[in-house]
C-alpha cells in the first residue's frame, strides 16, 4: 500500500476541482443570501420565512441533498432542454450553494438587527438616501459578522464538498469513496487530509479578512483577500488547462469490483491514445442515467439489474433473451451501446462452506431443497424481499428451518461460524476463492443472470477506436479471475492490491498483457 | 408673526402613534436667525415635532413647511443636507475617523471638503486639528459631541437641529459647548431649533423659548417674560425648578 505522503502530490486535480466547486457555491450563496439579508433586515416576514427555510435545508444531510438534485435536474431537463446536465457540477454547485446560505444568511441579518440605533438615525440625519446608507455605513459596519458567516460556510461547504464524488463530480472525496471501497485507508487518509488542509486554510485567510476588516487594516483584509482569490483562480486555471480536448470518462460503482474493472478498461484506452478521468464512487442509481445522459461515457453494468431496474420486468426468459433484449432497448430507447459481455456474471447465488456441502451431498439447488427443512439460511438485508428470492423459493420448494438477515461482511462469518449453513453470495464476491466456498447450481434457471456488460454513452458509442480497443476484454474476463482480483484489492494483508495493480493482474490472467 | 417670511412654519402639525398622541396641532412660525428652544417633560412630544422638520417623522395631520415649501414633498436625503441634525446619541460612524465623519454630508453630494476645512470646522467648536484622524471611540464624550456639531455645520445648513444635544454630557463641559453653539449661532448667522428638557438652559440660550404638554404648545415667549411670570402653570412649572436652585445656592453663599 501507497503511503499518504506519496499519494497527496497525485491529488493536484481534485484539489482544484473542489477549490473551484467550493468557491463558487460560496461566492452563489453569497450573491443570494446577502441581498436577501438587505431585504429581510427591513421585513420581519421576509427575515423568518429565509431563515427558517435556510435552517431546514441544514436539517437534510448534505448526503441526501446532493442525491436528490438528479431527479430534480432530470424532471427539470422538460423545461430546458435535454442538454441540462443532471451530473456532476451542476448538482453540487446547487446543492453546496443551498447548504452554505445558512450562516451566510444568519449572521448578516444578525449583524443588521444590532447596529446601534444612534448611527443609523445619524445616517438619516445626515441626509443618507438608502443606497448611501447601506453602502456607508451598514454594510461596513457589518462587514466583520458577515465575514464570521462566510467563514463557517467556508468549512461546511468545504468539508461537504467532498460528497460531491457520489453525484460524479470531481473532489477530494474520490480517494476517500475509493478507499473506503477498497480499503485503502492510505487514500481515504490522504483525502481527509487534503480536504481538511483546504479547510484549514480557507478558514485561517478568511480569519485575516475578518480581523483585518474588524481593525481597519486596509492592507491586511486586502491582502488576505488577494492570497483566496489567487487561490481560486489557480484551481481554475489547472483545471480549463486540464480541460482541454474531452476526455472518456469512465464509471465505477461503490464496490471494489467496478473500481477494478473502470480501471482496465481505462487503461487500454490509455494505451490506444485516448485520455481518460474515472468518476469514482457513483451512486448505482445514477450510473444508469448519466451514461445515457453522455454525462459518463462508459460503464460496467449488470443484465439483472438493468432487467428489473429499468425495464420493471419481474420474468426471467434465460441469459441469452434477456441480455439480446436488453441490448435491443438500450439502443432503441437511451442510444447506449451495449458492447459487449465480459463472460462472468455478479449475480445472485447460493454458496456453502465445501465440507458442509460435501457433508450434506449438496452441490445444486435440487439437492438443497431436500435438506433444507433442517439447515438455517442467510441472506443481505434485501435478500428476502427481491424477486430473486421468491423466484427460487418457488421453483425448487426451498422450505428452511430459519431464515436470517446479515450485513453482507457478516454473512460469509456467520457461514465460516455455522451461524448459517447456506448463504445467498454474490458470484464474483472474492470471498467466495478465499473462504474456498461452493455455489450451487441452479439447474432451472431460476436466478435471473447478471452478466456484467460494457456500455458505451451515445457521445462515443460510434467511436471505433474506443471499440477496437475494448473489444478485447468482452468474454475475456471469467469468473474466478474476477474472483481473485476483487479479493486482492478487498484483502487487508500483505498482498493487497490497489484496483490498478489488480486490473493489470487481471488483463496479464486474461491475456491481454504481458 | 414678526418676521413676514419666517423659515420654519408648523401649520397643525399633529402625529399619532395608533391611539396615542405624540404631537396634537401645533401652530407656529419660526423667523430666520431667531434661536429657539423647546422645552417640556419627557413624552410631551418635544422631539416628535423636531423630528417632523427634517421629515425623520412624518406627521399624520397638518404640515411642515421650510422655506414655504412641505417638507413631505421634497426628497427626504436632499431636505437633510439642508438641515443639520445634532442629537444626544450624537451617532459618529464609528468605522469612520474624525475627519470622515465631519465630511460625510458634502461627500454625499459628491462634494470634497478639504483638510483645511476640517481644521476650521474643529477649531469652530474648539477641537485640535489634529484630531482629524481620530476614530470616534479615541474620543471623550464632550470631544464627540462636538464632532457632532462640526459634522452638522459642516455642509453650511440653513437651519441647525438640535435634539438634547448636551443631555450625555458632564455639567461643565455642557455648560461651555452650550455657550459655544450660541456664540455659532451668532457668527454663522444660523437658525437654531433645540429641544432640551432643562429649563435653564434654554432660558440662557435662547432668544424665544416654546413650552410642550401633552403634545399641545403652551408656552411662547421669550426667557424675559417666562421669568417674570409669563406663560401660564406648565413653563411656570418649569421655570421654578432653576429659580429655586439659584435662590437656594444664593441663600448659602449669604450664610457661609
Same mark, same amino acid.
Do not use: C, N, V
Given at each position: 500500500m501507497a503511503p499518504v505522503w506519496d499519494i497527496l502530490p497525485g491529488l493536484g486535480d481534485k484539489l482544484a476541482a473542489h477549490v473551484v466547486l467550493s468557491a463558487s457555491a460560496i461566492g452563489l450563496a453569497m450573491l443570494i443570501a446577502l441581498p436577501l439579508a438587505v431585504w429581510a433586515s427591513r421585513s420581519q416576514a421576509v427575515a423568518r420565512l429565509s431563515l427558517s427555510l435556510a435552517s431546514l435545508v441544514q436539517t437534510i444531510p448534505a448526503l441526501a441533498l446532493l442525491a436528490l438534485f438528479f431527479p430534480l435536474l432530470l424532471s427539470l431537463r422538460a423545461v430546458f432542454g435535454e442538454d441540462l446536465p443532471t451530473l456532476g457540477f451542476l448538482p453540487a454547485l446547487m446543492a453546496l450553494t443551498l447548504y452554505a446560505l445558512l450562516p451566510i444568511l444568519r449572521n448578516t441579518v444578525t449583524a443588521q438587527a444590532n447596529l446601534d440605533p444612534g448611527v443609523l438615525e445619524a445616517a438619516d440625519g445626515v441626509g443618507m438616501t438608502k443606497w448611501q446608507k447601506l453602502t456607508l455605513v451598514e454594510a461596513p459596519l457589518s462587514a466583520p459578522f458577515i465575514m464570521a458567516g462566510i467563514r463557517t460556510a467556508s468549512v461546511w461547504t468545504i468539508g461537504a464538498a467532498t460528497l460531491a464524488t457520489t453525484i460524479g463530480q470531481p473532489s477530494l472525496g474520490d480517494p476517500i469513496f475509493a478507499g473506503l471501497q477498497t480499503q485503502n485507508w492510505a487514500l481515504v487518509v490522504a483525502g481527509c487530509l487534503a480536504s481538511a488542509g483546504l479547510a484549514l486554510v480557507a478558514d485561517w485567510l478568511l480569519w485575516w479578512v475578518e480581523r483585518g476588516i474588524r481593525q481597519r487594516r486596509r492592507w491586511q483584509w486586502a491582502g488576505a483577500l488577494l492570497a483566496v482569490v489567487a487561490g481560486v483562480s489557480a484551481a481554475l486555471w489547472a483545471q480549463t488547462d486540464s480541460a482541454e480536448g474531452r476526455r472518456i470518462v469512465i464509471a465505477a460503482k461503490q464496490f471494489s469490483e467496478q473500481y477494478i474493472l473502470a480501471r482496465l478498461i481505462g487503461s487500454r484506452l490509455e494505451a490506444a491514445g485516448y485520455k481518460v478521468e474515472y468518476r469514482d464512487g457513483l451512486g448505482s442509481a445514477v450510473v444508469h442515467g448519466a451514461v445515457a445522459a453522455s454525462s459518463i461515457d462508459i460503464s460496467v453494468d449488470y443484465t439483472g439489474t438493468i432487467w428489473t431496474n429499468y425495464l420493471g420486468r419481474k420474468d426471467n426468459p434465460g441469459r441469452e433473451a434477456m441480455y439480446e433484449t436488453i441490448r435491443e432497448w438500450e439502443w432503441r430507447e437511451n442510444g447506449v451501446r451495449v458492447l459487449g459481455r465480459l463472460g462472468f456474471e455478479n449475480a445472485y447465488a447460493f454458496a456453502m462452506r465445501e465440507d458442509r456441502a460435501r457433508e450434506l451431498g449438496v452441490s445444486s439447488l435440487i439437492d438443497l431443497a431436500a435438506v433444507a427443512p433442517s439447515l438455517t439460511v442467510g441472506g443481505d438485508p434485501e435478500f428476502f424481499e427481491r424477486p430473486e428470492w421468491i423466484a427460487v423459493r418457488d421453483a425448487y420448494g426451498l422450505n428452511f428451518a430459519k431464515r436470517r438477515n446479515f450485513a453482507p461482511t457478516f454473512m460469509y462469518n456467520a457461514l465460516a461460524s455455522g451461524e448459517a449453513d447456506v448463504i445467498s453470495a454474490?458470484?464474483?464476491?472474492?470471498r467466495i476463492a478465499a473462504d474456498r466456498l461452493v455455489v450451487l447450481e441452479d439447474p432451472e434457471g431460476a436466478l435471473p443472470s447478471y452478466d456484467a456488460m460494457i456500455m458505451l454513452s451515445p457521445r462515443i458509442a460510434g467511436d471505433e477506436g474506443v471499440v477496437a480497443a475494448l473489444t478485447p476484454l468482452l468474454g475475456a474476463i471469467g469468473v474466478e479471475a474476477m474472483r481473485a482480483a476483487n479479493l486482492a484489492v478487498d484483502r487487508e494483508d500483505a498482498h493487497k492490491l490497489t484496483p490498478e495493480q489488480a486490473a493489470a493482474w487481471l488483463a496479464r490472467q486474461a491475456g491481454l498483457a504481458k | 408673526m414678526t418676521n413676514p417670511q419666517p423659515l420654519l412654519v408648523f401649520e397643525r402639525a399633529a402625529r399619532a402613534y395608533g391611539a396615542s398622541v405624540a404631537v396634537a396641532g401645533v401652530d407656529c412660525a419660526i423667523a430666520a436667525g431667531s434661536f429657539v428652544a423647546l422645552v417640556g417633560a419627557s413624552g410631551s412630544g418635544k422631539s416628535t415635532l423636531l423630528k417632523m422638520v427634517n421629515a425623520l417623522v412624518e406627521p399624520t395631520g397638518g404640515r411642515v413647511l421650510f422655506s414655504g415649501e412641505d417638507v413631505t414633498r421634497l426628497a427626504p436625503a436632499r431636505l437633510r443636507r439642508r438641515v443639520g441634525y445634532v442629537f444626544?446619541?450624537?451617532? /459618529?460612524?464609528?468605522?469612520?475617523n474624525v475627519a470622515q465623519n465631519i465630511a460625510i454630508g458634502p461627500r454625499l453630494t459628491g462634494e470634497k471638503t478639504t483638510p483645511e476645512r476640517i481644521a476650521d470646522l474643529l477649531r469652530l467648536v474648539e477641537l485640535e486639528p489634529g484630531l482629524a484622524s481620530r476614530m470616534p471611540d479615541e474620543l471623550s464624550g464632550g470631544q464627540r459631541q462636538r464632532v457632532g456639531v462640526a459634522r452638522a455645520l459642516a455642509s453650511a445648513p440653513e437651519l441647525l437641529l438640535m435634539d438634547?444635544?448636551?443631555?450625555? /454630557?458632564?455639567p461643565v463641559t455642557r455648560d461651555a459647548l452650550g455657550r459655544k453653539v450660541r456664540e455659532l449661532h451668532e457668527r454663522l448667522g444660523l437658525t437654531t431649533v433645540m429641544v432640551t428638557h432643562d429649563m435653564a438652559e434654554a432660558l440662557l440660550l435662547a432668544d424665544r423659548v416654546l413650552v410642550m404638554d401633552q403634545g399641545k404648545l403652551v408656552a411662547d415667549t421669550t426667557p424675559r417674560a417666562l421669568l417674570a411670570g409669563e406663560g401660564g402653570p406648565v413653563a411656570q412649572r418649569l421655570v421654578a425648578v432653576p429659580r429655586g436652585q439659584a435662590e437656594r445656592l444664593a441663600a448659602m453663599e449669604r450664610s457661609a
Open positions: 454474490y458470484t464474483s464476491d472474492g | 444626544q446619541g450624537i451617532g /459618529l460612524f464609528p468605522h469612520m438634547e444635544p448636551f443631555g450625555a /454630557l458632564d
